[in-house]
Antibody, heavy 116, light 112 residues
Framework: QVQLQESGPGLVKPSETLSLTCTVS?????????WGWIRQPPGKGLEWIGS???????YYNPSLKSRVTISVDTSKNQFSLKLSSVTAADTAVYYC?????????WGQGTMVTVSS | QSVLTQPPSVSGAPGQRVTISCTGS?????????VHWYQQLPGTAPKLLIY???NRPSGVPDRFSGSKSGTSASLAITGLQAEDEADYYC????????????FGTGTKVTVL
């Protein structure tokens, strides 16, 4: 079955860039669908960050757009998130998911803490 | 910043029926965009519960049902069970400048 797994540093310093990768298994990204990133600050709700198609076309949450870059590597069946100039407000669990209108398959999530 | 409003909490005894509302506006639910619902058990990733307003993915019990009307949507849980204690989120698409995909504020369901 289709599975997604996030990976990346769990601790990032303020003002630096947060980088995460989502590895997809059981399905080829090149076959279609959009793929997205969602985050959840501790004790709070869900926030959509952005999404990417296998062709590389992207769209981002306007509130984060100036700091977000999402890219795809179809050869590795992965897509990645970069969030620049992070602050403590970016501390959250970051999820990757497949987008079919709804987010139908999710990774387990990875906690990223922004702290010096 | 959520544009979809849910009650913070609802509760019910085992076997009862509870409903969760999701109130939006003319730029999201009211514009005809689909509403989806997610269940998030403590310490786990959200799980798709209802898609396309009222459809259940394979494996989701028929105790869960969704509906949509006007600028709002609802999730109903009938025959409430202890294992249903979780956070529930609605989600839709928004055509304004807020965001393309928007989530509700979330509702904690407590089984008494």
């Amino acid at each position: 079955q289709v599975q997604l797994q996030e990976s990346g540093p769990g601790l990032v310093k303020p003002s630096e860039t947060l980088s995460l990768t989502c590895t997809v298994s059981g399905y080829s990204i090149s076959s279609g669908y959009y793929w997205g990133w969602i985050r959840q600050p501790p004790g709070k709700g869900l926030e959509w960050i952005g999404s990417i198609y296998h062709s590389g076309s992207t769209y981002y949450n306007p509130s984060l757009k100036s700091r977000v870059t999402i890219s795809v590597d179809t050869s590795k069946n992965q897509f990645s998130l970069k969030l620049s100039s992070v602050t403590a407000a970016d501390t959250a669990v970051y999820y990757c998911a497949r987008v079919v209108g709804a987010f139908d398959i999710w990774g387990q999530g990875t906690m990223v803490t922004v702290s010096s | 910043q959520s544009v979809l409003t849910q009650p913070p909490s609802v509760s019910g005894a085992p076997g009862q029926r509870v409903t969760i509302s999701c109130t939006g506006s003319s730029s999201n639910i009211g514009a005809g965009y689909d509403v989806h619902w997610y269940q998030q058990l403590p310490g786990t990733a959200p799980k798709l519960l209802i898609y396309g307003n009222s459809n259940r993915p394979s494996g989701v019990p028929d105790r869960f049902s969704g509906s949509k009307s006007g600028t709002s949507a609802s999730l109903a849980i009938t025959g409430l069970q202890a294992e249903d204690e979780a956070d529930y989120y609605c989600q839709s698409y928004d055509s304004s400048l807020s965001a393309f995909y928007v989530f509700g504020t979330g509702t904690k369901v407590t089984v008494l």
